[in-house]
Every structure is written in structure tokens, then in C-alpha cells.
């Protein structure tokens, strides 16, 4: 964790996702954590020590997706310790892991790489062991102080109201399973992971949306999040396809991003496929610019 505490203050963007923080949480105290240790079979660590034992490098390897072939690794390189071979080192052994040549090949899928912010070395490793480029992820920010925001109603017979602990996780998996069942991550989302968020430190039921149709069923959600800098995210926005066209997704997002102004939180982010144009555009009609990007490099 220090590790990647120091990468991020040195790139200013984290090297890894969410979903392996929470999975390095679980290993802490790992002597009381043996039952944790043993059900996390989704992961693989790997690490990179110097002569005198000081931790240098990291990747984590998520395995869950193996059964149908693919594996998804993130790493980190302590900043002090780069321009001599560790990421080299670090993308080598995830090559070797996934029985891949390590000379420049044809994109089999079958190992992608993270590169959250596009960071350059990324890039010349990229190159180096012949890497595509199959998907980009958007970085999207907006400052909201000072500016106006729309008044958007929800669509007619629709209302939105604060998420409520232990009653409404099962319509909000269901709900985001069917939104994203085309997302590799984000569609997933179990009942249990859910639980997990509703335990960080950021979790705040207030800033969690729920529309619902005059029936009282769940048809959309925005999760807004709050990061320790004070920086707002619009985490996720997730519509019922049953309600897509509806102009709901606007009323959500409008209605998290009121949240966020009104709590003190003006700047605010959010990420985006960059191959969906059509939320891109709902985006940008709300003052949101790119200002980075992650991209998803393949062997």
C-alpha cells in the first residue's frame, strides 16, 4: 500500500483500480485474516524486491476471468527506483504467467495491461513487447463552482430518492447487472462486493441515487464518491435498459452532481469508455473535458 501511496503522489493518478485495493485490504493483519487469505483466489500478486529488501515493484494479476482465457494485471514501480528495469522485470513475469513469448507477437487477448493516466514508460514497454491497444478509458472533469447546472426533472412518473442500507442491494445488483451486462467490470457487481464499498470510508447513503417507476421498482441509480482530496466522482450512473431513451440517466447525474456542489465538493470526475459517444456527449453538454486517459494495452 505504501508503494502504490508513493506511485500515485508521483504520477497523480492511482496505478491501480479500486478493486485491488480492496483486495490488498483483506491481506492486512494476515494473521487474522487466514480465512479471507484463502477464498481470494481472483488475484495473484507479484512482486520485485532490491538487494536490501525494499519492496520496488508491484503487479497484481486478476485471475477470475482465466477460465475463458483472459487475465488482467496492473503494476507499479516505486518512483526513486525507475530507469532501471523493474517494469521490464515486472511485464516479463506477467508474459511468463500467462505463457506468452516475450518477443513483440499477435494479440491473442489472452493478457492486458493496465496504464492508469497513459504514463509514458507504459507506453515504451508497450512498444517494446508488442502490445495492442484494444481500449481507452476517459478521465472526465468538470469544476462546478460557479457554474449552473440545469434543472432537470425526472422523467414523468419517475422519482429519486437516498439509497437505503440493507434494503435496497438486491434491486441495485440486479439493476446494474442489467445496465452493464456488456462491461467487463462493472457489470459483474455482486451483493457481497457491494457490501464491501458500503464499509470503505467514502460510503455516504446520501450521495447514492435511486429512481424508482410510480410501482416503487428500481429502474436506474447514481453513486457519486467522494475522494480523500475532496475531489467528487460520478461512480457510476447505471440505467434500466427498460428506462434508456427516458432522459432518466440525465436526471440522475444532474441530481448527484446538485449533491456534490452542495456538500463543497466543485471539482468533480468521472471515467468513460471512450468508445460510447452517446455518454460522452451527455457529459460534455454538462461542462465535463477529458483530461486523461487509461488505456488497456494486449498480448
Same mark, same amino acid.
Given at each position: 500500500?505504501?508503494?502504490?501511496?508513493?506511485?500515485?503522489?508521483?504520477?497523480?493518478?492511482? *496505478?491501480?483500480?479500486?478493486? /485491488?485495493?480492496?483486495?490488498?485490504?483483506?491481506?492486512?493483519?494476515?494473521? +487474522?485474516?487466514i480465512e479471507p487469505v484463502q477464498a481470494d483466489v481472483g488475484s495473484e500478486h507479484f512482486v520485485l524486491r532490491a538487494a536490501d529488501g525494499e519492496l520496488i515493484g508491484y503487479a497484481h494479476l486478476?485471475?477470475?476471468?482465466?477460465?475463458?482465457?483472459?487475465?488482467?494485471?496492473?503494476?507499479?514501480?516505486?518512483?526513486?527506483?525507475?530507469?532501471?528495469?523493474?517494469?521490464?522485470?515486472?511485464?516479463?513475469?506477467?508474459?511468463?504467467?500467462?505463457?506468452?513469448?516475450?518477443?513483440?507477437?499477435?494479440?491473442?487477448?489472452?493478457?492486458?495491461?493496465?496504464?492508469?493516466?497513459?504514463?509514458?514508460?507504459?507506453?515504451?514497454?508497450?512498444?517494446? =513487447?508488442?502490445?495492442?491497444?484494444?481500449?481507452?478509458?476517459?478521465?472526465?472533469?468538470?469544476?462546478?463552482?460557479?457554474?449552473?447546472? *440545469?434543472?432537470?426533472? *425526472?422523467?414523468?412518473?419517475? !422519482?429519486?430518492?437516498?439509497?437505503?442500507?440493507?434494503?435496497?442491494?438486491?434491486?441495485?445488483?440486479?439493476?446494474? +447487472?442489467?445496465?452493464?451486462?456488456?462491461?467487463?467490470?462493472?457489470?459483474?457487481?455482486?451483493?457481497?462486493?457491494?457490501?464491501?464499498?458500503?464499509?470503505?470510508?467514502?460510503?455516504?447513503?446520501?450521495?447514492?441515487?435511486?429512481?424508482?417507476?410510480?410501482? #416503487? #421498482?428500481?429502474?436506474?441509480? +447514481?453513486?457519486?464518491?467522494?475522494?480523500?482530496? #475532496?475531489?467528487?466522482?460520478? =461512480?457510476? /450512473? #447505471?440505467?434500466?435498459?427498460?428506462?434508456?431513451? !427516458?432522459?432518466?440517466?440525465? !436526471?440522475?447525474?444532474?441530481?448527484?452532481?446538485?449533491?456534490?456542489?452542495?456538500?463543497?465538493? !466543485?471539482?468533480?470526475?468521472? =471515467?468513460?469508455?471512450?468508445?460510447n459517444p452517446a455518454a460522452i456527449r451527455v457529459y460534455e453538454r454538462l461542462g465535463f473535458e477529458r483530461w486523461d486517459t487509461d488505456v488497456q494495452f494486449s498480448r
Open positions: 500500500m505504501a508503494l502504490l501511496e508513493a506511485t500515485e503522489a508521483a504520477d497523480g493518478v492511482a *496505478p491501480v483500480g479500486e478493486h /485491488v485495493i480492496m483486495r490488498l485490504k483483506v491481506h492486512r493483519d494476515v494473521v +487474522h485474516q486478476d485471475t477470475e476471468g482465466e477460465p475463458d482465457g483472459q487475465l488482467v494485471a496492473e503494476l507499479a514501480v516505486r518512483p526513486e527506483h525507475r530507469g532501471a528495469g523493474a517494469g521490464a522485470r515486472l511485464v516479463a513475469a506477467l508474459l511468463d504467467r500467462a505463457d506468452l513469448d516475450p518477443a513483440p507477437a499477435a494479440d491473442t487477448g489472452r493478457l492486458r495491461i493496465w496504464s492508469h493516466g497513459e504514463h509514458p514508460a507504459a507506453l515504451r514497454l508497450a512498444e517494446r =513487447y508488442g502490445f495492442a491497444r484494444p481500449r481507452e478509458l476517459w478521465r472526465m472533469g468538470v469544476e462546478l463552482a460557479g457554474g449552473v447546472l *440545469p434543472e432537470v426533472d *425526472p422523467p414523468t412518473g419517475m !422519482s429519486i430518492r437516498a439509497f437505503r442500507p440493507g434494503a435496497d442491494e438486491a434491486d441495485v445488483v440486479r439493476v446494474n +447487472h442489467r445496465a452493464f451486462s456488456w462491461h467487463p467490470e462493472q457489470g459483474a457487481m455482486t451483493e457481497d462486493e457491494l457490501s464491501a464499498k458500503q464499509r470503505e470510508d467514502w460510503f455516504d447513503p446520501a450521495g447514492f441515487f435511486l429512481a424508482h417507476d410510480a410501482a #416503487g #421498482g428500481l429502474l436506474g441509480f +447514481h453513486w457519486t464518491k467522494v475522494h480523500p482530496d #475532496g475531489t467528487g466522482e460520478v =461512480y457510476v /450512473v #447505471g440505467v434500466d435498459p427498460a428506462a434508456q431513451g !427516458s432522459g432518466l440517466g440525465r !436526471s440522475l447525474t444532474v441530481a448527484g452532481l446538485r449533491h456534490l456542489r452542495d456538500t463543497g465538493h !466543485s471539482r468533480v470526475i468521472l =471515467y468513460v469508455e471512450a468508445d
